[in-house]
């Protein structure tokens, strides 16, 4: 059994910053991704960050609302995974998921990429 735990939510107000965490636990196994995903209030859930591990270096994906704001890394032998977040606005508030994929298939921006998905951890930013 895989798992994946997030850690690093809480309350800040706008402007400010966050970094979470994502550690994989359980029986071994390699990812080829891993990825942030979040659903806030009455929305649907939204791609956030993902990385593709590469040899030659790794690939950062982001979403529009978070570009230049949030930065994704990670440890591919550790399969974690860090979303720093800065400059957080109160449309950042949600919870967010980390997620992992052992094969890429349908691309790193899609949910059914994925095939575990940590339990959330929740952000709130107030203005």
């Known amino acids: 059994q895989v798992q994946l735990v997030e850690s690093g939510g809480g309350l800040v107000q706008a402007g400010g910053s966050l970094r979470l965490s994502c550690a994989a636990s359980?029986?071994?196994?390699?990812?080829?991704?891993m990825g942030w995903f979040r659903q806030g209030p009455g929305k649907e859930r939204e791609f956030v960050a993902a990385?593709?591990?590469?040899?030659?270096?790794?690939?950062?994906y982001y979403g529009d609302s978070v570009k230049g704001r949030f930065t994704i890394s990670g440890d591919n032998a550790k399969n974690t995974v860090y979303l720093q977040m800065n400059s957080l606005k109160p449309e950042d508030t949600a919870v967010y998921y980390c997620?992992?994929?052992?094969?890429?298939?349908?691309?790193?921006?899609?949910?059914?990429?994925?095939?575990?998905w940590g339990q959330g951890t929740r952000v709130t930013v107030s203005s």
């Open positions: 997620a992992a994929s052992s094969t890429l298939r349908v691309g790193v921006r899609k949910n059914d990429e994925y095939d575990y």
């Open positions: 359980g029986r071994t196994f390699s990812t080829s991704a």
């Open positions: 990385i593709k591990w590469r040899r030659s270096g790794d690939n950062l």
